[in-house]
C-alpha cells in the first residue's frame, strides 16, 4: 500500500472490525462510528457508557439503536468495562471515546494480555519526487524516554503495522541529530547499539543513527555519503525520545497538512486513542488500520 486511501479501500473489502468504546457518549466518536459503519469497516460496535445520553447522541445522527449493542457500566469506569467485554471476545478493537487516554491505558495495563510494550504508531504519507508513499512515526504517545529494550519493542509493534499492510521487510530509522555516533550524544550511541542487536532480525531491517533528511531523502543520503539500505528509503522512524515523535507526528500533520492514522500496539488487540483535537475523518483512517491489524476472526 502506498497511501492512506490504499489502506481504506482495501480495509473495506476485509472483514470488518468489532470496536468497543469506552465512553461512547461523545460526539466525534460517534461521528466516526457511524461513517465507518456506512464504509462497512465495523460491525456490532458496543458503545460503553451513559445509556440515555448515549441512545440521545445515536438519535441526532439518525443511528439505529439496534445496530449497535450498549452497555452501561458498573459504577463509574466505562475504561474497565470496555477492556472486560474486549476480553471476553465482545469486540476485536478497543476505542476510546469521551475519556482521558491515561485512564483507558491503566484500565488496559491491569486488565487486558499484553504481547509487548504498549506503543504508539502513526501512519502517514510522505511525498517525494516519486509520488506517496506510507511512512511511520514511532513512539509519540507513550514511552517517555524508551531504554533500548523499549524501543526494540517499540520497532517490533511498528513493523507488525507495516507488514499488515504489505511490507514484507520494513525498512526502520533509528532518528538522532546526526547519523554518527558521539559519545556526548547518548541517543546517537543507544542507536548504534540498537541498530546492531537488530541485525538478526529478518522481518525488518534496522539502522541509525539517522538523521531525518537522510532517512528519508536518498539524494541527502548520497551527499553525505552514508551507505545504508534504510537511509533514503525509511518506512518508519523511531524517535529517540515521547517529545521528538509527538512533534514529529503533528508536523506531519500540521505543518505538511498530511493525513494521519494511528494505533496502540503491543496488546492483544489494537487500541485506537484518538485526541480531542483529531476529527471524525482521522478516527475512521484509524479504525481502517486497525482492520488490517486485528487477527483473524473468522
Given amino acids: 500500500m502506498q497511501s492512506l486511501d490504499d489502506i481504506l479501500k482495501q480495509a473495506q473489502n476485509a472483514p470488518p472490525c468489532r470496536p468497543v468504546v469506552a465512553g461512547a457518549a461523545h460526539h466525534s466518536t460517534l461521528d466516526a462510528l457511524a461513517s465507518a ?16 445520553s448515549i441512545l440521545e447522541q445515536l438519535e441526532l445522527r439518525d443511528e439505529r439503536s439496534g445496530d449497535y449493542r450498549i452497555v452501561s457500566p458498573a459504577g463509574d469506569n466505562p475504561a474497565s468495562r470496555a477492556v472486560e467485554l474486549i476480553a471476553d471476545g465482545a469486540g476485536d478493537v478497543l476505542l476510546k471515546g469521551g475519556i482521558a487516554t491515561s485512564d483507558l491505558l491503566r484500565a488496559v495495563l491491569t486488565g487486558l494480555d499484553t504481547h509487548r510494550r504498549l506503543s504508539d504508531v502513526l501512519v502517514t504519507e510522505y511525498v517525494s519526487n516519486g ?29 507488525h503495522v507495516f507488514r499488515q499492510l504489505g511490507f ?3 525498512r526502520v530509522a ?26 538478526a532480525y529478518d522481518n525488518c531491517i534496522v539502522d541509525g543513527p539517522l538523521a531525518l ?29 515521547v517529545e521528538a515523535g509527538n512533534i514529529l507526528g503533528k508536523a506531519f500533520q500540521y505543518l505538511a497538512g498530511r493525513r494521519v492514522a494511528h494505533l496502540i500496539g503491543g496488546a492483544s488487540v489494537p487500541i485506537l486513542i484518538p485526541s480531542r483535537t483529531e476529527d471524525p475523518a482521522d478516527r475512521v483512517r484509524s479504525l481502517a488500520l486497525a482492520v488490517h491489524c486485528t487477527e483473524p476472526r473468522r
Avoid: F, W, Y
Wanted: proline share 7%; hydrophobic share 40%.
Fill in 37 to 52: 459503519r456506512r464504509r462497512t469497516l465495523v460491525e456490532q460496535p458496543v458503545l460503553v457508557g451513559d445509556e440515555d
Fill in 168 to 170: 514484507d521487510t520494513p
Fill in 213 to 241: 533528511d537522510n532517512a528519508l531523502s536518498e539524494q541527502a543520503a548520497k551527499a553525505k555519503g552514508i551507505d545504508s539500505p534504510v537511509a533514503g528509503h525509511a518506512d518508519i522512524l523511531v524517535a529517540p525520545t
Fill in 174 to 199: 533509528l532518528l538522532c541529530a546526526v547519523e554518527k555516533m558521539i559519545d556526548s550524544m547518548p541517543h546517537t550511541v543507544q542507536a548504534s547499539q540498537l541498530a546492531e542487536r537488530m541485525r
Fill in 131 to 159: 509520488g506517496p508513499r506510507l511512512i511511520g512515526v514511532a513512539d509519540g504517545g507513550v514511552n517517555v524516554a524508551p531504554d533500548i529494550e523499549a524501543k526494540r519493542q517499540i520497532i517490533e509493534n511498528s513493523v
